[in-house]
């Protein structure tokens, strides 16, 4: 058993990524804290944020990897503990940076609500799912969670976000939160994904891609959504000190 949890079989690309996605989270953080010292005043709480996120990562997938080379199986809850945390501190983000151009606390509070809506119903879409897999489930809480998600992902790209951050005057943060809107619409959108991928889910059925699959498509999902964004949100304070 010991050994088991030491070392990688060549042959198993998930447990990879779950090393791998351990230590990226854990080396963003790192960098993103460090680089708080080095930006301008207003944009610290940001940097602190993104080294949050992906430092609330590394812990979870430092379990997670364990788990999963433990037992082989989806490490569903401590995923759904780490996203609980996670996806509400992006959507911080998308306040802090609007916030200068008049963003209100309620619009904070919707953003979280629409998360907790879409993780809750994807959690019970996944940790209820009967054995062997159900479609009926599998789809009416995966739809049931994507209203929540295409909630966030037009307030992004058409709603107040979007609007805030044109009217903000300053071009970095325009088109920084631009970039964050097409990170919820090509970045997320892997999640729906590998959620199809349990068994009932649609691509399990309709392709036959295993349950495996799901913490494949969730790891590179996370690698890219949480130290992307934080990439950008950093990209964001460097551009502004750089004009002041
Ligand atoms: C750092 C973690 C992030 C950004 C997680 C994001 C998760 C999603 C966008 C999940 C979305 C889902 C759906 C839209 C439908 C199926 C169930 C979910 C929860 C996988």
Known sequence: MLL????????????????????????????????????????????????????????HYYYMRDYYMATGENPTALRYIDWTLTVPLMCVEFYLLTKVAGAKTSLLWKLIAASVWMLVTGYIGEAFNPVGGSTTHSVLWGFLSTLGYLYILYTAWYGEVAKLADNSGDAAVKKGVRTLAWFVLVGWAIYPIGYMCMPGGWLNVGLGWESANVDLFYNIADAINKIGFGLVVYSIAISAKKTA
């Open 4 to 59: 088991n949890v030491l070392t990688i079989p060549k042959d198993d690309p998930i447990a990879f990524t779950f090393f791998t996605g351990y230590m990226a989270m854990l080396a963003a953080s790192v960098f993103f804290f460090f680089e708080r010292g080095s930006v301008d005043g207003k944009w610290k709480l940001s940097l602190l944020v993104s080294g949050l996120i992906t430092g609330i990562a590394a812990v």
